[in-house]
């Protein structure tokens, strides 16, 4: 027969022989060090039992089920003190295991708790000092049996006794309910309610050897009055939930499946029976915080990084870097509660995409020296204040500005923003377009809101958004000196032309359908007497007029090319910023 060469050779015979051999040569020739070494170590061990302060308690010493290991005596009498002075005592009724009423040991007559005389009885004797190895275990035998002194007072516990079960004496019934632990469900029973006898619960009070391991008292009634859960259908609740765990809960993502023990998922468990039914919910900081970093780091791709190359503003090149994904904690969560709540079948693991991180590759624009000059000449050879914005967005990309940092009160121009913010709501799903806002259909008013320039729901829409939230927003895609502020709405050329010329190049929003409705309802403004009077393209424009306040903010399309253009004007008119665009165009 062959034997397999993976076979341990110190396992052979004359292998362990060899051994044995060398350990008895071994224990020969240094037998004088080992006993010298042990009779040092035992003589240690001796001193230290008879030198141990007599002010600290010993290893493993507990005393009312709490572990005190080498603490003095002044610090375990003080937090015992502490710890009885906090103590809450437990009802029980006719010997169920769900608490009737816990309350605290003041209220019922308990009072001036101290440990004093108890821990300073506790000793180490000499006898066991003497017995070698005993400080090792005489503290998991020598106990602290002495129960705490404390003050009675029988008035409090009739006062108690006579408000919480009246003067006929009387208990309510139980209801039936469930406790989970790692270890598993507990059925909490249901107990009858009925008439009791308050001598019988004074005396089991007056006369309970309460501790803090063991603050239980039982009481008893007699009748027939029921719960409105009974223990049989707790039971039966909770084999259900037993059922659905079984071993394990098992997550699908894709193709494969993820399992969460047993344990974990019945620490998470917590039970109400308060509305005359036993309902479940979660301990979401447990559960959320294991499905985060457990299953989170099983599921989790870090993003790839997306390089844009742009000119200004006008995106020119991308190089796209994949998506990541994390796992999305609270639809996770849901979906293992609706399994135990028995909404669904089957649980999953649910994913949020991470976009590609964004690096620029930013190149500036030089204004064109024509078109600037024809800007800054119409500006000072024209009647009021000016700030002007342009670019071209394609071809040359040709630019020129004035004034463009400027900060102007935007009149209705700002209505771009809010319909900015108003379509991230629609894409994420937080709104729709067939739910309501100032009496019609958000659909209807956000048209109206830019192609009639309508107030009412433009200002509805600042209302329900905020104007804090759409600043931020605003911020967000570049127009970082746009502020909706409580005194007034404020904006530049630049800021508004940003907005713009990312809404043309879908550099926002996510969904062209987004950007069209916008777009089309700017082709259908009605207030045309600005910019679209100055060219012969296709304007998708916003207007905006209060008091000396004249502004237009616009995308041109023409036969060359498609720009941006935002004219910005104090004391002006129409007819000028027409002018102006004409001018412009003509340069081009």
């Known amino acids: 027969m062959a034997y397999s060469s993976s076979r341990r050779s110190f396992d052979r015979p004359d292998i362990k022989k060899h051994r044995d051999n060398f350990l008895v040569v071994f224990i020969k020739k240094h037998k004088k060090i080992i006993i010298k070494s042990g009779l040092f170590i035992f003589a240690l061990i001796m001193i230290a039992q008879l030198i141990y302060p007599a002010d600290y308690m010993l290893p493993f010493q507990k005393v009312d089920g709490v572990d005190y290991s080498g603490k003095t005596k002044d610090i375990v009498i003080n937090d015992l003190d502490e710890k009885y002075r906090n103590l809450k005592a437990d009802f029980y009724v006719n010997g169920s295991n769900s608490i009737y009423k816990s309350v605290d040991m003041v209220d019922l007559g308990f009072s ?253 624009i030089t204004n064109d020296t024509n078109l600037q000059s024809v800007v800054e000449n119409f500006a000072n050879s024209h009647t009021g204040n000016y700030a002007v914005y342009f670019q071209e967005l394609a071809g040359r990309y040709k630019k020129a500005t004035y004034r463009s940092t400027q900060t102007f009160t935007t009149a209705s121009t700002y209505k771009l923003y809010v319909a900015y913010s108003v379509l991230l709501r629609i894409e994420s799903g937080e709104w729709s377009w067939s739910g309501y806002i100032a009496g019609q259909t958000i659909s209807d008013c956000f048209d109206q809101m830019i192609s009639l320039s309508d107030n009412t729901c433009a200002e509805a829409f600042l209302d329900r958004i905020g104007r804090s939230a759409v600043t931020n927003e605003a911020h967000s895609v570049g127009s970082n000196d746009t502020y909706f502020n409580n005194d007034g709405i404020y904006s530049t050329a630049t800021d508004l032309a940003i907005l713009l010329i990312k809404l043309q190049t879908s550099q926002i929003l996510k969904n062209q359908d987004s950007r069209d409705r916008l777009i089309n309802n700017m ?57 102006l665009t004409k001018e412009i165009e003509n340069a081009r």
């Open 112 to 364: 001036n708790f101290t440990n004093q005389s108890r821990i300073d009885s506790y000793s180490y004797p000499w006898y066991l000092r003497l017995i070698p190895l005993s400080v090792l275990w005489s503290g998991l035998v020598v106990n602290v049996d002495e129960a705490p002194q404390y003050n009675k007072d029988s008035a409090i516990l009739n006062d108690f006794i006579a408000t919480t079960f009246g003067n006929d004496c009387h208990i309510d019934p139980v209801d039936a309910s469930l406790v989970s632990s790692s270890s598993g469900l507990t059925v909490l029973e249901a107990s009858n309610g009925g008439s009791c006898d308050s001598t019988e619960i004074y005396n089991s009070i007056y006369n309970a050897d309460l501790k803090i391991d063991n603050a239980s008292i039982n009481i008893s009634s007699s009748g027939n009055q029921s719960p409105k859960i009974a223990t049989a259908t707790a039971n039966l609740y909770a084999e259900k939930i037993k059922k659905i765990i079984g071993d394990s809960i098992k997550l699908k993502f894709g193709s494969e499946s993820y399992s969460i023990p047993k344990s974990e998922i019945y620490s998470w468990l917590l039970f109400d029976n308060s509305n005359s039914k036993i309902t479940l919910s979660f301990d979401n900081d447990k559960s959320k915080t294991y499905i985060k970093e457990t299953l989170g780091k099983k599921v989790y791709k870090s993003e790839g990084t997306t390089r844009l190359h742009t000119l200004d503003y006008i995106e020119t090149a991308r190089e796209s870097g994949k998506d990541g994904q994390k796992i999305n904690v609270d639809k996770t969560n849901d979906s293992i509660f609706k399994l135990l709540n028995g909404e669904i079948e089957n649980s999953e693991i649910y994913v949020d995409s991470v976009p590609a991180k964004i690096v620029y590759d930013k190149k500036e």
């Open 523 to 579: 082709k259908n403004n009605v207030y045309v007497l600005g910019i679209p009077s100055g060219t012969s393209g296709t304007v998708a424009n916003k207007a905006g007029f209060l008091d000396s306040l004249i502004n237009d903010a616009s995308i041109v399309y023409n036969s060359k090319d498609t720009y941006v253009l935002v004219i910005l004007t104090e004391n002006s008119s129409w007819s000028n910023i027409a002018a």
